[in-house]
């Protein structure tokens, strides 16, 4: 029912910034909380950060804590991701992810973006 369509990932330098966009199709982006996930090649899949369905809450990954933001304008039907202070250890392509209410797993994905962090 979801449709998610990343851009804004890219080459930049450490200490550098990124901003990921995130676009859904469908009429009930709201109902999902919404999340971004990242992969490095020969490592599984991590968690980045999630937020709530209203945007009023969000968890963040140790890794990630206090140098990446997440947001959400569901009038858009978008989420974003600020990441600032980047890092060499941040190179991975990046995926965001819609996660129903009341369950656990996240549903649906959108395709990637790669980010690579040079030093």
């Known amino acids: 029912q979801v449709q998610l369509v990343e851009s804004g990932g890219g080459l930049v330098q450490a200490g550098g910034s990124l901003r990921l966009s995130c676009a859904a199709s469908?009429?009930?982006?709201?109902?999902?909380?919404m999340g971004w996930f990242r992969q490095a090649p020969g490592k599984e899949r991590e968690f980045v950060v999630v937020?709530?369905?209203?945007?009023?809450?969000?968890h963040y990954a140790d890794s990630v804590k206090d140098r990446f933001t997440i947001s959400r304008d569901n009038a858009k039907n978008m989420v974003f991701l600020q990441m600032n202070s980047l890092k060499p250890e941040d190179t991975a392509v990046y995926y965001c992810?819609?996660?129903?209410?009341?369950?656990?797993?996240?549903?649906?994905w959108g395709q990637g973006t790669q980010v690579t962090v040079s030093s």
């Open positions: 992810a819609a996660q129903r209410v009341g369950v656990r797993e996240y549903e649906y």
């Open positions: 469908g009429r009930t982006f709201s109902s999902y909380a």
């Open positions: 937020i709530s369905r209203s945007g009023g809450s969000s």
